[in-house]
């Protein structure tokens, strides 16, 4: 069975920083690219980040580029999220994602990140 | 302001047939992109419906359709059952921005 296991969420400061981990099982995970997707409290889904097979290409929403980087390990069968400076904005449910043919096929659960004082 | 629009709500009763479309613009549906629909409670992992703009993954049932016409698309269920109550996104790709791009959801209520 195909699997998406994301961990590393959080209550975390306001400026702070938090690494988002992905565990995928049940594929070939080197195969896929993977992507990042969030929804705020109240708010709809929106696309974060997605990263090739190989980790050679990054591609990250413009108004948290500088702020959110996407990398993988293939060994590890593992892709994450790095934020940093963080605000209350983004506050949110973080889903991890196989995206094929530039769709989501396969997700995850979810991570709560709460950015608060 | 999501870059693809849909209704807030849509409703029916049992056994009824409720549309929900998904507006884009030249950039992304328009341009030839596929749409992508998912099924999404809260609390749980978002659920792929139809991917390139009609294909229902394996275990969908045929009762969920999908069509795609110009820079629109729209997500048709037939014979409204209470499990079907959920918010549903449309997805695509959009050139400009260079990534992808989700409409703002649409709360679907089972009378």
């Known amino acids: 069975e195909m699997q998406l296991v994301e961990s590393g969420g959080g209550l975390v400061q306001p400026g702070g920083s938090l690494r988002l981990s992905c565990a995928a099982s049940?594929?070939?995970?080197?195969?896929?690219?993977m992507t990042w997707v969030r929804q705020a409290p109240g708010k709809g889904l929106e696309w974060v980040a997605s990263i090739n097979q190989d980790g050679g290409k990054e591609y990250c929403l413009d108004s948290l580029k500088g702020r959110f980087t996407i990398s993988r390990d293939n060994a590890r069968y593992s892709v994450y999220l790095q934020m940093n400076s963080l605000s209350a904005e983004d506050t949110a449910v973080y889903y991890c994602?196989?995206?094929?043919?530039?769709?989501?096929?396969?997700w995850g659960k979810g991570t709560t990140v709460i950015v608060s004082s | 302001q999501s870059v693809l629009t849909q209704p807030p709500s849509v409703s029916g009763a049992p056994g009824q047939r409720v549309t929900i479309s998904c507006t884009g613009s030249s950039s992304n549906i328009g341009a030839g992109y596929d749409v992508h629909w998912y099924q999404h409670l809260p609390g749980t992992a978002p659920k792929l419906l139809i991917y390139g703009n009609i294909n229902r993954p394996s275990g969908v049932p045929d009762r969920f359709s999908g069509s795609k016409s110009g820079t629109s698309a729209s997500l048709a269920i037939s014979g409204l059952q209470a499990e079907d109550e959920a918010d549903y996104y449309c997805q695509s790709y959009d050139t400009r921005l260079s990534g992808s791009v989700f409409g703002g959801g649409t709360k679907l209520t089972v009378l």
């Open positions: 049940g594929f070939t995970f080197s195969s896929h690219w």
């Open positions: 994602g196989r995206f094929f043919s530039y769709h989501m096929d396969v």
